[in-house]
């Protein structure tokens, strides 16, 4: 499989920072509403979106992104269901949210956000991941049942549910090696000029 982290492609995905704050802000306000409603399993206003945007980027859990041309179009977020016994480590429970804007998909964006996620949960001692979204949502029931994701459907909504193996000495050295590399992606890469405007969703 590709490296999704090679940065001399148009597109790549790494861990966001908090650093990253504008960019997900930014990411978050060019959702359309459909988009919103799928990956909040709700409607959400502008000032919800905002005020959830805001915190996101420093909440427990990990956040990755997804690049196309320098600018931020997919975001897949990793979030524990308890409370874990330090930072890192997230407990044997978590959930994933993924979204990508609609312009930008079926580029292979939302399949590396789900292989960056499953390896970050793997190492923070997750062995059970959950992906829960709208039972008409047929990309990202899809996408979960690709990577392995037994799928279950109550009324209006579906749950995927990917057991993960147990994290070893050689996936932890590379996803020590790959956030170093994502940290310096992040630091170097120039930013995209935000002086003409928002881009178009």
């Known amino acids: 499989m590709a490296d999704s982290r090679q940065s001399d492609s148009a597109s790549f995905v790494r861990r966001l920072w908090p650093s990253d704050r504008q960019a997900v802000l930014d990411y978050f306000s060019r959702l359309d509403g459909e988009t919103r409603a799928s ?26 992104g997804a690049f196309l041309d320098g600018t931020l179009r997919g975001l897949a977020e990793l979030r524990p269901n308890a409370a ?36 970050a949960a793997r190492n923070r ?4 991941l959950h992906v829960r979204c ?12 690709r990577q392995g994701a037994a799928i279950r459907r109550d009324g209006l909504e579906t749950d995927g549910a ?3 193996e147990h994290a070893t000495p050689l996936s932890l050295w590379y996803e020590t090696i790959a956030e170093a590399f994502d940290f310096t992606l992040s630091v170097s890469r120039p930013r995209p000029d935000l002086s003409h405007g928002k881009d178009a969703a």
């Open 39 to 64: 990956r909040f399993m709700g409607h959400v206003s502008e000032a919800g979106i905002r005020a959830y945007a805001e915190q996101a980027i420093t909440a427990r859990g990990v956040m990755y």
């Open 84 to 119: 874990g016994r330090s930072s890192y480590y997230l407990g044997p429970e978590a959930e994933a949210a993924f979204a990508v804007e609609r312009a930008f998909r079926r580029n292979g964006l939302g399949a590396a956000l789900f292989e960056r996620i499953t390896q």
């Open 134 to 145: 709208f039972a008409r949502n047929g990309p990202m029931i899809r996408l979960a049942a």
């Open 162 to 164: 990917l057991h993960l």
């Open 125 to 128: 001692g997750v062995s059970d």
